[in-house]
């Protein structure tokens, strides 16, 4: 059977027992829910641009300074699996990222 979860809902199915759940919005278009676990978090962040479409990223992290970039999806009209887009390419799937501009990693 087919599930409309997104890559986050997953997860979060598969990797039950997590110790605090958190959705924090940011401004109006984006939001991120962080669920915290004995090993480290899972960061889902959502962000919807001005032409209506929504990107969902997923990213895990042990140690709250870098978190290494896990899934990636798009939703909306203007959404196309043919067009490229600049973030795909200065963040791919599977890179790491430094959550806090100021602070170093660990």
Not at 44 to 52: L, S
Not at 74 to 96: I, K, L, Q, T
Request: glycine content about 8%; hydrophobic content about 40%.
């Amino acid at each position: 059977m087919a599930s409309n979860l997104t890559f986050f809902g997953r997860f979060l199915e598969t990797n039950p027992g997590w110790l605090l759940y958190r959705m924090i919005h940011l401004d109006f278009t984006r939001s991120m829910t962080v669920v915290k676990y004995g090993w480290g978090h899972a960061i889902e962040t959502n962000h919807v641009d001005d032409m209506g479409m929504a990107t969902l990223e997923v990213l895990t992290t042990i140690n709250g300074a870098t978190a290494t970039l896990i899934s990636r999806e798009r939703y909306g009209a203007e959404h196309s699996e043919m067009r490229s887009y600049p973030r795909d390419d200065r963040f791919p799937v599977g890179c790491v990222v430094k959550l806090f501009k100021d602070r170093e990693p660990c």
